[in-house]
């Protein structure tokens, strides 16, 4: 698809960019890594600035349309690589101190409006909702693993309270043929009752999308090597859309940072030896100006932390915290 013909209704808007701006000022110049380029709305921003350098990766290869268009404009400023940010300490930095890394999770609104990945509930036809780079589609999901394996899928990455009930209606229902995307809308429609300021699918359909790209595992690695790649003094920012990547984020910043009301009883060293500082302990949100004009942004949280030491081993704990859902993702070597 040429995201540079899309009607405005399917357009992609960066949310919280201002914040972001603010947070990591591209205007005194410096290396920037935007983890998750989408439509480049981030990247755009961070180039207006002569000084600036961006490496933007995506594992979606549509997002290099508008990447080779940004290279013919800022051919010394800008690097694209297709890959997972779960990767981003294969991408060779040349003599780059990085000043930020910025991921704005999920996926864009361009994607979720492309019939051909299957993300939303309102698609037609096969399951897939790989965002690029995957192993399986969500096809592979639905109609292949056993119902105690989507149950947990269900519960534990779409916090759907019906998880039982409904996986055991996939599994008896798929005996015929594959299920696609309306088959299973109704059969969640048929366990669910209508009303409610959300759909009724909205749940299962994220629990099943963060399973088929493996956004946890992504996500926390992303974060580790992030922090290892960054300068001293660098940001690491992260944009998120539900409250399982916010848990995720909110635990390794706050678990590593300086704790400002710390105990006289404990060492000063010990608190003054942390990863990170945070100026913020709560995360931004976007104004109502921002989300009259772009309805999506209205579950962003924008959270950062400032890096003020380089450690080693330091990911110990924050593996060890989410040890239950990497579990569940690696469900996925049975397909
Ligand atoms: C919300 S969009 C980003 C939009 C972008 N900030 C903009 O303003 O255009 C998220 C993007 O991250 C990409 N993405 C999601 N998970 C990823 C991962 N693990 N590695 C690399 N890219 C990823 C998606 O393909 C999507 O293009």
Redesign the pocket.
């Known amino acids: 698809m040429n995201a540079t013909i899309l009607s405005n209704s399917e357009k ?1 808007y ?1 949310v919280l960019l201002k914040e972001i701006l603010s947070i990591i000022s591209p205007q005194n110049g410096g290396t920037f890594i ?9 990247s755009k921003e961070f180039l207006k600035f002569n000084k600036t350098k961006v490496i933007a ?4 290869h549509e ?1 290099s349309v508008i990447a080779n268009q940004i290279r013919q404009q800022h051919k010394d400023q800008f690097s694209f690589f297709i ?4 990767e981003i300490d294969k991408i060779k930095i040349e003599n780059s101190k990085i000043k930020a890394v910025i991921f ?5 609104y361009t ?1 979720i409006k492309d019939p051909k990945k299957g993300l939303s509930f309102e698609s037609k036809g096969a399951l897939d909702m790989r ?2 780079l995957n192993n399986f589609s969500a096809d592979d999901v639905i109609n292949k693993l056993s119902q105690k394996d989507l149950e947990l899928i269900f519960k534990y990455f779409g916090e759907e309270k019906d998880s039982k009930i409904i996986s055991k209606k996939i599994v008896n229902q798929r005996v015929k043929s594959n299920l696609n995307t309306q088959q299973l809308v109704s059969i969640i429609n048929s366990v669910k009752k209508k009303g409610g300021r959300t759909n009724n699918a909205t749940k299962i359909f994220q629990a099943i999308r963060i399973f088929v ?1 493996k ?1 946890i595992s ?1 996500l926390i690695y ?1 974060l580790i090597k992030s922090a290892k790649i960054l300068d001293i003094d660098g940001k690491l920012c992260v944009v998120s859309f539900h409250s399982l990547e916010d848990r995720i984020v909110k635990y390794f910043f706050k678990s590593l940072s300086e704790d400002k009301k710390i105990s006289r009883y404990i060492p000063e060293a010990q608190n003054q030896n942390k990863l990170f500082k945070l100026d913020l302990k709560k995360p931004i949100y976007p104004g109502s100006k921002e989300i009259n004009s772009n309805r999506p942004s209205r579950s962003a949280k924008l959270r950062y932390a400032i890096k003020k030491n380089n450690l080693v081993d330091f990911e110990r704990d924050f593996l060890k915290k989410f040890s239950k859902l990497l579990e569940i993702e690696n469900l996925s070597k049975k397909l």
């Open positions: 992609h960066p935007d983890c998750t380029f989408g439509q480049g709305g981030y990766i995506d594992r979606d997002s890959k997972k940010f779960s704005d999770l999920g996926c864009s994607q965002l690029g790209n956004e992504e992303g």
